[in-house]
C-alpha cells in the first residue's frame, strides 16, 4: 500500500488522501476537497483513481467529490447512513465492510461515531497497520461534535475502537491541528513530557511532510486517551469543583471535551 498524504494549505487544515496499490496503479481518493491537487498527483504517479471515500458528509471533506469523479469515472463510498447528506454514493459502508484498491490493498470500514453520527474510518491491517480516521481522531486530539455529532458516541468510539487498535497503527487524520491539540494536552497536563518535547516538532513542521503519530504515541500526548491520569483529573477538578473524587472514563472525556470546545 502506498500513502499519499495531501497538504491542502486552506484555512480549515485539510489532509487529503490518496491510497494506492503498488502492483496496478489503482488508487482511491480519501475526503478529495483539494481535487485538483488530487488529481495532479495521481496523474504525476501515473495512478487512476478508481473510488473516492468521504469519511463524513461536512463540505470540507466532501466539496471535491463531483469533479474528481468527473474527471475519472470513479464510485464514491461513504457511510451507508450518509445517503441524505452525501449526493450520490454508488456504496455505502457499514462497519466491517472491506474497501479494496487494486491488487493488493484492503481496507477494513469502522463505523466511527462521534463528530458525525454518519461516519467512517478505514483501517488498513497491514505492517504496519494504518487508520485515515478524517475527524475523529486528530494528531493529539479529539474531533468535535457540533455539526451533527454527540459527545457520548464520540467517547464509545474512542475507548471501545481506537484505543484497541495496535501501538503501531499510524494515525492519518483529515486536519492538521497537532500544535494546537498539543497545547490543549499541556493546558490539561502540564507535566506531560512527551506532549512538551513534540511541540518544539509541532511548531517548525512542514505539513506538506507532516509528522505521523502512532497509537502508542497517541497514548501519550492525546489528552483523550489519557482519561485515568491523575494530573487530567486534578486539573479537570480545578475547573469542575463538583467533580467526584475519582470520576469514571466518560465523564473525564466529557469534560474535556467541553473545555476544548471553548479553547
Known amino acids: ?26 488508487a482511491l481518493a480519501v475526503d478529495p476537497l483539494d481535487h485538483k491537487k488530487c488529481l495532479d498527483l495521481a496523474r504525476a504517479k501515473n495512478w487512476e483513481i478508481r473510488q473516492v471515500l468521504n469519511t463524513h458528509e461536512h463540505d470540507d471533506h466532501t466539496g471535491g467529490n463531483q469533479k474528481v469523479i468527473a474527471a475519472t469515472g ?25 474497501v479494496r484498491v487494486g491488487a493488493s490493498v484492503e481496507l477494513r470500514a469502522l463505523d466511527t461515531p462521534g463528530h458525525t453520527m454518519s461516519h467512517i474510518c478505514l483501517l488498513a491491517e497491514g ?3 494504518a487508520l485515515f480516521c478524517g475527524d ?7 474531533g468535535n461534535c457540533h455539526n451533527g455529532g454527540h459527545p457520548a458516541e464520540l467517547y464509545q468510539t474512542f475507548i471501545q475502537q481506537l484505543a484497541e487498535l495496535p501501538d503501531d497503527c499510524r494515525i492519518y487524520p483529515g486536519h492538521e491541528y497537532l500544535e ?13 513530557r512527551a506532549a512538551a518535547e513534540l511541540l518544539a516538532t509541532a511548531q517548525s513542521q512542514d505539513p506538506q511532510h507532516a509528522l505521523v503519530t502512532t497509537m502508542a504515541r497517541e497514548k501519550e500526548i492525546n489528552t483523550f486517551f489519557r ?6 483529573i486534578e ?22 471535551r467541553e473545555l476544548r470546545n471553548d479553547w
Open 180 to 192: 494546537g491539540n498539543l497545547r490543549f494536552t499541556l493546558d490539561r497536563e502540564p507535566g506531560n
Open 227 to 232: 482519561l485515568q491520569n491523575p494530573e487530567v
Open 136 to 142: 475523529t481522531l486528530f494528531n493529539a486530539g479529539a
Open 74 to 98: 470513479a464510485k464514491l463510498l461513504a457511510h451507508a447512513g450518509a445517503g441524505d447528506a452525501i449526493p450520490g454514493i454508488d456504496r455505502g459502508l457499514s462497519a466491517g465492510d472491506t
Open 1 to 26: 500500500m502506498i500513502v499519499e498524504q495531501i497538504w491542502t494549505g486552506n484555512a480549515y487544515r485539510n489532509f487529503n488522501y490518496l491510497i494506492a496499490c503498488p502492483q496496478t496503479g489503482e
Open 235 to 256: 486539573q479537570l477538578r480545578a475547573k469542575f469543583p463538583e467533580l467526584e473524587k475519582s470520576p469514571n472514563r466518560e465523564t473525564v472525556f466529557l469534560k474535556l
Open 127 to 129: 505492517d504496519p497497520p
